[in-house]
Nanobody, 117 residues
Framework: QVQLVESGGGLVQAGGSLRLSCSASGSIGAITAMGWFRQAPGKERELVAS?????????GVSLKDRVTLSRDNAANTITVYLQMNNLKLEDTAVYYC?????????WGQGTQVTVSS
């Protein structure tokens, strides 16, 4: 298993930007993909962006042209950064970090992103 620590959520005006970060520790060598999902009230959790171990990145439809996912590998941690630009009211949601492997899927506690008009 891995432990995930998220940061960077908050309140932002429409059109603004936010950067979320998520650091994984523990069994990071087993991680095959790491990224972000989000869940808005009354809606299902959806993919925002995910990066595989070899660097292939997949973006969800909703934010595809407005986000960039990047990664920083250190000796004992992996950190992924989600840069979100031109945020819209409908981007308001709880954003969850995810780390997946062949034998586990770990989730962060979630960080609230609220976009105001």
């Amino acid at each position: 298993q891995v432990q995930l620590v998220e940061s960077g959520g908050g309140l932002v005006q429409a059109g603004g930007s936010l950067r979320l970060s998520c650091s994984a520790s523990g069994s990071i060598g087993a991680i095959t993909a790491m990224g972000w999902f989000r869940q808005a009230p009354g809606k299902e959790r959806e993919l925002v962006a995910s990066m595989t171990r070899d660097g292939n990145t997949h973006y969800g439809v909703s934010l595809k042209d407005r986000v960039t996912l990047s990664r920083d590998n250190a000796a004992n941690t992996i950190t992924v950064y989600l840069q979100m630009n031109n945020l819209k009211l409908e981007d308001t949601a709880v954003y969850y970090c995810n780390a997946a492997s062949a034998i586990f899927a770990s989730w962060g506690q979630g960080t609230q992103v609220t976009v105001s008009s």
